[in-house]
């Protein structure tokens, strides 16, 4: 059974730091595309990260080039998610999710199976 579990979530200032994991099971991620989304009160669901090994693709949201990375550890069935120099628009809650056909692209209706979220709050 498919499972996505988030964690890592926080308050942090602007300008600082947090790594958020997504511990996968019930499939190995190394074969399918897995995704980070973030969901602001009010606002739709939106993409911000997607990583893909089976067709060797990362994309990242505009809005988080140069500032969030993304990287996984197939021997821990995880998938992170570094957001540095934070911002107050950040903040949300944040989704993994994965996409069985592997297309690494950030489109919600794409993706088969979502995580709970871990919430991440950016004030000072």
């Known amino acids: 059974q498919v499972h996505l579990v988030e964690s890592g979530g926080g308050w942090a200032q602007p300008g600082g730091s947090l790594t958020l994991s997504c511990v996968a099971s019930g499939f190995t991620l190394d074969d399918y595309t897995i995704g980070w989304f973030r969901q602001a009160p009010g606002k739709e669901r939106e993409g911000v990260s997607c990583t893909s090994s089976s067709i060797s693709s990362t994309d990242y949201a505009d809005s988080v080039k140069g500032r969030f990375t993304i990287s996984r550890d197939i021997a821990k069935n995880t998938v992170y998610l570094q957001m540095n120099s934070l911002k107050a628009e950040d903040t949300g809650e944040y989704y993994c999710?994965?996409?069985?056909?592997?297309?690494?692209?950030?489109?919600?209706?794409?993706?088969?199976?979502w995580g709970r979220g871990t919430q991440v709050t950016v004030s000072s």
């Open positions: 999710a994965v996409d069985l056909i592997s297309r690494c692209v950030l489109r919600v209706a794409n993706y088969h199976y």
